[in-house]
């Protein structure tokens, strides 16, 4: 867009339309653009404009440059048009004025011309105190300052014009160190879809259910990092493709996390009912928690572009705006029906199911404790010993759950109680990838499952290790423990 602006200024300088002229040369009174320019007492009655060039001089091209030169013309007069509001409000038309204050110079070094003529966009008023009321550039509202935002100059062969600077970009630190966490977070996400992909005694259906998770963040992680780093270099068409991305993927991730919360739930309630085998087998289930993730993130996707992309919708409905400001929602507002709403019903499912674990826990703890005040026999020993393993099972998929649940909720209070600064919760969930591959893959037995089956790949011969059945999936992956080996019916 910077390259493209810079061009269009130097094709128009080049060009040959209508020179705008004046029939009496007005009288300018000159004042040198300073940091703290002060109009003299006698003449702050006048109008004032900025001007880019000295009196009796216009802009011109130069090679790749534009430069002041004197007028060859005695025809072209610097003779701009001010405006000014009226009680009710409303612009009044602009009209010539035979002296006014011409604050001569420009603070910034790239600047591009609008041309009101050809795009309604750079539509523009020149107040009588100097500043230029745009009332569409960039999509809003704004006021150019004299000097500091734009100069206007007559331009041989074009008339009198508006140079308006480039805005400037400030890099945020903040935003760099987010991007770069989520960067670091994918090849973490990666390594552990490869270790469950290699490992066939944890791709169970948890085990799936997290490699999908882990690919879903991935490609949200990626491309909101492109997002974050190269935004203003991307074009209009890049930015809504790479919103619609960021928008499915993230939403994806949140159904596999809602699928990960039930087959916790589901463990946990097995064990605590003594059921020694599923209702469903592990294929069949596998693909209805496929089905669940995968099509209500398609069908919020194709809602999504048919009302961005569709130009017969009315502008009375909400609409995604990809693109209009970012490459993301337009704002809050647009962004609640189609990404928020859903993750945030997500989340209240997940709460739910744990709030009903938790409980189902404190009972099935209560009944382990008197049943072994009754008896006091080595199977209850062996009960509360395994007990405890489900609770940390449970405790570590609340951690999961609150890793990527919690910034979301935190989203959602700021939209609702106003800015908040949550720089430590973003820089946290950006690092998730890394705190993920420890939790799954790092611990043990996944740990020694993960490196017995590279040490086979490679062709060195070693002994398996000795875990407990993967039906139990959580159980022995995440607490690092080994469950007695027991026949289950899958």
Same mark, same amino acid.
């Given at each position: 867009?910077?390259?493209? *602006?810079? $061009?269009?200024?130097?094709?128009?300088?080049?060009?040959?339309?209508?020179?705008?002229?004046?029939?009496?040369?007005?009288?300018?009174?000159?004042?040198?653009?300073?940091?703290?320019?002060?109009?003299?007492?006698?003449?702050?009655?006048?109008?004032?404009?900025?001007? $880019?060039?000295?009196?009796?001089?216009?802009?011109?091209?130069?090679?790749?440059?534009?430069?002041?030169? !004197?007028?060859?013309?005695?025809?072209?007069?610097?003779?701009?048009?001010?405006?000014?509001?009226?009680?009710?409000?409303?612009?009044?038309? %602009?009209?010539?004025?035979?002296?006014?204050?011409?604050?001569?110079?420009?603070?910034?070094?790239?600047?591009?011309?609008?041309?009101?003529?050809?795009?309604?966009?750079?539509?523009?008023?020149?107040?009588?105190? %100097?500043?230029?009321?745009?009332?569409?550039?960039?999509?809003?509202?704004?006021?150019?300052?004299?000097?500091?935002?734009?100069?206007?100059?007559?331009?041989?062969?074009? +008339?009198?014009?508006?140079?308006?600077?480039?805005?400037?970009?400030?890099?945020?630190?903040?935003?760099?160190?987010?991007?770069?966490?989520?960067?670091?977070?994918?090849?973490?996400?990666?390594?552990?879809?490869?270790?469950?992909?290699?490992?066939?005694?944890?791709?169970?259906?948890?085990?799936?259910?997290?490699?999908?998770?882990? %690919? $879903?963040?991935?490609?949200?992680?990626?491309?909101?990092?492109?997002?974050?780093?190269?935004?203003?270099?991307?074009?209009?068409?890049?930015?809504?493709?790479?919103?619609?991305?960021?928008?499915?993927?993230?939403?994806?991730?949140?159904?596999?996390?809602?699928?990960?919360?039930?087959?916790?739930?589901?463990?946990? *309630?097995?064990?605590?009912?003594?059921?020694?085998?599923?209702?469903?087998?592990?294929?069949?289930?596998?693909?209805?928690?496929?089905? /669940?993730?995968?099509?209500?993130?398609?069908?919020?996707?194709?809602?999504?572009?048919?009302?961005?992309?569709?130009?017969?919708? !009315?502008?009375?409905?909400?609409?995604?705006?990809?693109?209009?400001?970012?490459? /993301?929602?337009?704002?809050?507002?647009?962004?609640? !029906?189609?990404?928020?709403?859903?993750? +945030?019903?997500?989340?209240?499912?997940?709460?739910?199911?744990?709030?009903?674990?938790?409980?189902?826990?404190?009972?099935?703890?209560?009944?382990?404790?008197?049943?072994?005040?009754?008896?006091?026999?080595?199977?209850?020993?062996?009960?509360?010993?395994?007990?405890?393993?489900?609770?940390?099972?449970?405790?570590?998929?609340?951690?999961?759950?609150?890793?990527?649940?919690?910034?979301?909720?935190?989203?959602?209070?700021?939209?609702?109680?106003?800015? #908040?600064?949550?720089?430590?919760?973003? #820089?946290?969930?950006?690092?998730? %990838?890394?705190?993920?591959?420890?939790?799954?893959?790092?611990?043990?037995?996944?740990?020694?499952?993960? /490196?017995?089956?590279?040490?086979? #790949?490679?062709?060195?011969?070693?002994?398996? !290790?000795?875990?407990?059945?993967?039906? #139990?999936?959580?159980?022995?992956?995440?607490?690092?423990?080994?469950?007695?080996?027991?026949?289950?019916?899958?």
């Amino acid at each position: 867009m910077h390259f493209i *602006r810079i $061009c269009v200024l130097f094709v128009y300088l080049s060009a040959a339309p209508i020179v705008h002229a004046s029939d009496v040369s007005p009288t300018i009174h000159a004042i040198p653009l300073q940091n703290d320019t002060l109009v003299p007492k006698e003449y702050r009655e006048l109008p004032s404009v900025a001007k $880019c060039c000295p009196v009796n001089q216009v802009l011109v091209r130069d090679g790749n440059d534009t430069v002041c030169l !004197p007028s060859n013309s005695s025809t072209m007069y610097f003779s701009p048009l001010f405006s000014e509001f009226n009680r009710t409000g409303v612009l009044v038309p %602009g009209d010539e004025f035979g002296e006014f204050v011409a604050i001569v110079g420009i603070l910034c070094n790239e600047k591009y011309m609008l041309e009101p003529e050809e795009n309604d966009e750079d539509t523009y008023h020149l107040l009588f105190n %100097g500043s230029i009321f745009a009332p569409k550039i960039g999509h809003a509202p704004i006021m150019l300052m004299p000097g500091k935002d734009y100069c206007m100059e007559v331009v041989p062969d074009r +008339g009198l014009r508006v140079l308006v600077c480039f805005p400037k970009v400030v890099p945020d630190v903040r935003v760099i160190i987010y991007a770069c966490g989520l960067l670091i977070s994918v090849p973490f996400f990666i390594l552990t879809i490869a270790a469950y992909i290699i490992t066939p005694r944890l791709r169970d259906v948890h085990g799936k259910a997290l490699c999908h998770y882990c %690919g $879903c963040l991935a490609v949200a992680f990626s491309t909101l990092a492109i997002a974050q780093l190269a935004s203003a270099r991307l074009s209009p068409e890049v930015c809504v493709s790479i919103a619609f991305i960021i928008q499915f993927s993230f939403v994806a991730c949140f159904f596999w996390l809602n699928v990960m919360c039930i087959e916790t739930w589901s463990l946990i *309630r097995r064990h605590v009912n003594h059921q020694a085998y599923r209702k469903i087998q592990s294929k069949t289930l596998f693909f209805y928690y496929s089905i /669940w993730a995968w099509g209500p993130s398609a069908i919020l996707i194709l809602v999504s572009m048919a009302m961005d992309l569709n130009p017969t919708i !009315p502008m009375t409905y909400v609409k995604p705006a990809f693109g209009s400001e970012s490459c /993301w929602f337009k704002s809050d507002a647009e962004a609640m !029906p189609y990404f928020y709403v859903p993750i +945030g019903l997500l989340l209240l499912g997940n709460m739910i199911l744990f709030i009903i674990t938790a409980v189902k826990i404190s009972r099935y703890q209560q009944e382990l404790a008197l049943r072994r005040l009754a008896r006091n026999q080595h199977s209850d020993r062996e009960d509360q010993r395994l007990f405890r393993r489900v609770k940390r099972t449970f405790l570590v998929c609340l951690v999961l759950f609150f890793l990527m649940g919690l910034n979301w909720m935190m989203e959602l209070v700021s939209w609702w109680a106003g800015p #908040l600064d949550w720089s430590a919760f973003d #820089l946290v969930n950006a690092l998730q %990838g890394v705190i993920i591959f420890g939790l799954f893959v790092l611990r043990k037995p996944a740990r020694d499952l993960v /490196w017995h089956r590279i040490q086979k #790949l490679r062709g060195i011969h070693s002994t398996e !290790p000795n875990v407990g059945s993967m039906d #139990l999936a959580l159980l022995p992956v995440i607490n690092g423990d080994s469950l007695p080996r027991q026949t289950v019916v899958q």
